[in-house]
């Protein structure tokens, strides 16, 4: 069976990995495979910074080719925040929940025209041979004022999807790996997937 190795460590992003793979034959590994890896300090100013870092890292202490994920929400109203630091925004070993009670008191007041934001998903491929390539995606939405729905995760309950009428946590994986940023991103790499796995 072919295989990837997705260099994260979060279990969300994981699933949606292995939805979007497994029907293209592809066996999904991720760093829960590979214990002895350790966190990799997302140092980078962009999406594609970070991406760039952990493929890298992760590709050279494997010696094969890694995919990472770097992602995270854009709020307009708060001037692009919580950007790169979506996964961290409440604090360091702060989580999802957290995160959304910051961001939805900082938008307090704000009204519905207002609350435009975009989710973006750079993925990056490291190849030990070759230059390192990446795939961004976005999808737009609006954050809603208070949680709703409980598929996905991280901020998904808080985005609302207009065309779909639904918060991103109330629709199915089917629905929302056609349309999230991560979905855009995926598309791009499958549409060169044969020559960025080739080894050499
Ligand atoms: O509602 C959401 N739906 C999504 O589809 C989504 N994708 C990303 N995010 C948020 O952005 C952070 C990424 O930060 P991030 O790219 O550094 O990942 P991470 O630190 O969680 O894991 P790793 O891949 O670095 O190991 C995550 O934690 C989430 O808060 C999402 N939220
Ligand atoms: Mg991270």
Do not use: W
Not at 48 to 66: D, R, Y
Not at 156 to 172: C, G, H, R
Not at 175 to 181: E, R
């Amino acid at each position: 069976m072919k295989e990837i190795i997705i260099a994260t460590k979060n279990a969300g992003k994981a699933k949606e990995f292995v939805q979007m793979f497994a029907p293209m034959g592809f066996m999904v590994k991720t760093l829960l495979d590979y214990p002895e890896i350790e966190d990799v300090e997302e140092t980078g100013t962009t999406f594609e910074e970070n991406a760039i870092i952990k493929a890298e890292t992760v590709s050279k202490q494997l010696g094969t080719i890694v995919i990472s994920d770097d992602s995270g929400l854009i709020i307009d109203a708060l001037d692009g925040k919580p950007g790169v630091y979506s996964a961290r925004y409440a604090g360091n070993g702060k989580n999802d929940e957290e995160n959304m009670t910051k961001v939805l008191g900082e938008l307090k007041g704000v009204p519905t025209d207002k609350r435009t934001a975009r989710f973006c998903c750079t993925i990056a491929v490291a190849n030990p041979k070759k230059k390192t390539l990446t795939f961004t995606g976005t999808c737009e939405g609006l954050i809603l004022e208070e949680k709703r729905g409980e598929f996905g995760f991280g901020y998904d309950p808080i985005f609302y999807v207009v065309e779909k009428e639904k918060s991103m946590a109330e629709l199915p994986a089917e629905i929302k790996n056609q349309i999230s940023h991560r979905a855009d991103a995926i598309k791009k790499l499958k549409a060169q997937i044969n020559s960025v796995l080739k080894e050499g």
